[in-house]
């Protein structure tokens, strides 16, 4: 069977190695000494990230990135956003001609402000965004992992690898879409994140319901505002990679990103939100990039610059919810004013 490379052996990796090996691919799974490899290939079971999921022997480990690019004919990338750049270089030296990058990773890159397919561009070369496809969507590798029906899409510039990287992820309980707004998907998966843990921290605050669809829903909105900015469709928010994974990160327990919210809301610093969570919380990053992205290209995204505030500012959670709260009178959709005669 064809060989896949797996890159980062945290949760999404892992479940995403377990669900290709599972298909019957060969599977080799690359990861760092520091994230267990040895004990994984052993136990078939991921302890730290992905406790009680178990490996099929069509996957195998490695902490050689030449022994996992080789031969591969599809790579995919599943480390933090921070790390794709460093994971990238690793992996050039050893990419075939024709391999097909898959990205995983849900995040803007701090100080160049790059998305992810931006950052492997300029790693691999402008001719790699052909073969390059990012995968996206309300997909929690616990759920995912244990088998659950679980929709994903597949967005690349070039359709026949959009359409191959579907062929290769479907499963009867795994359905990918295809979409053609690379940016779209992308920054609707990095940018729910900062959302999440706003929505985080009003729990954490000890609100209910309605700040949380408030902030779901206004959220959504400057996520698709910066979207178009940015050369993204408007319409590609209201799928998977926006609204669905926007419901699934603020309302789920498996979510660190509203985990950590909920911490910052209940008064801890966000270094121990951090180190309580455990595992990457790309809302913080991308929170930051974002923030510092919107100011540049004079978008406006008052949930993003508030939670910038809370995180990096030392704002006070409450102060900040206050803030947004007084904010000068908006209409909702100043698409649907323009178009109302009279108004
Ligand atoms: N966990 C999930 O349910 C999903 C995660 N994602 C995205 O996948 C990406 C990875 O997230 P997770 O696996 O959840 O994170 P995680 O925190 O579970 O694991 C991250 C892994 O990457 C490794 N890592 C960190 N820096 C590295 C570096 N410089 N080089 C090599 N490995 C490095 C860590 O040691 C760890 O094994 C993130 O962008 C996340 O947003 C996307 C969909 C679902
Ligand atoms: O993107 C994800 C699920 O789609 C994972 O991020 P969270 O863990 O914050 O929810």
Redo the contacts with the bound molecule.
């Keep these: 069977m064809k060989k896949i490379a797996v890159l980062?052996?945290?949760?999404?990796?892992t479940a995403l190695a377990g669900l290709l090996g599972n298909k019957g691919y060969s599977v080799c799974l690359w990861?760092?000494p520091?994230?267990g490899v040895l004990d994984i290939e052993k136990t078939r079971e991921n302890r730290r990230?992905l406790p009680g999921v178990f490996l099929p022997e069509t996957v195998s480990m490695t902490t050689d990135m030449k022994e996992a690019i080789s031969g591969a004919w599809l790579v995919v990338i599943?480390?933090?956003?921070q790390?794709v750049r460093?994971?990238t270089l690793k992996l050039k030296p050893w990419l075939g001609p024709r391999t097909v990058i898959v990205n995983?990773?849900?995040?803007l890159e701090l100080k160049t402000y790059l998305r992810m397919s931006q950052v492997v561009a300029q790693v691999l070369g402008e001719e790699i965004i052909n073969r390059y496809a990012v995968l996206s969507g309300p997909?929690?590798?616990e759920e995912v992992g244990q088998g659950m029906p679980t929709a994903v899409v597949s967005a690349s510039y070039y359709k026949r690898t959009a359409f191959l990287v579907q062929e290769v992820f479907m499963t009867s309980n795994f359905r990918v879409y295809t979409n053609p707004d690379v940016a779209g998907v992308e920054l609707g998966g990095a940018l729910k994140n900062i959302i999440a843990l706003g929505s985080g921290i009003t729990e954490g605050l000890g609100f209910g319901d309605n700040p949380k669809a408030a902030l779901l829903t206004r959220g959504l909105s400057e996520m698709a505002r910066m979207g178009v900015a940015m050369g993204a469709r408007s319409q590609t928010f209201a799928g998977l990679s926006g609204i669905g994974d926007l419901v699934v990160t603020c309302n789920s327990l498996?979510s660190r990103n509203r985990r950590a919210g909920m911490l910052i809301g209940q008064g801890k610093t966000l270094k121990e939100a951090l180190d309580e969570v455990g595992?990457?919380v790309?809302g913080v990053t991308t929170a930051r990039a974002a923030y510092e992205l919107a100011r540049r290209i004079k978008v406006t995204m008052p949930i993003t610059r508030a939670t910038y505030q809370v995180l990096f500012r030392n704002k006070d959670p409450l102060e900040a919810v206050s803030d947004l709260m007084r904010r000068k009178k908006k209409h909702e959709i100043e698409e649907i004013v323009k178009m109302t005669e009279g108004w």
């Design positions: 980062g052996a945290g949760s999404w990796g990861g760092r520091e994230d990230f599943s480390v933090p956003s790390a460093e994971v995983t990773a849900k995040g997909s929690h590798a498996h595992m990457v790309e």
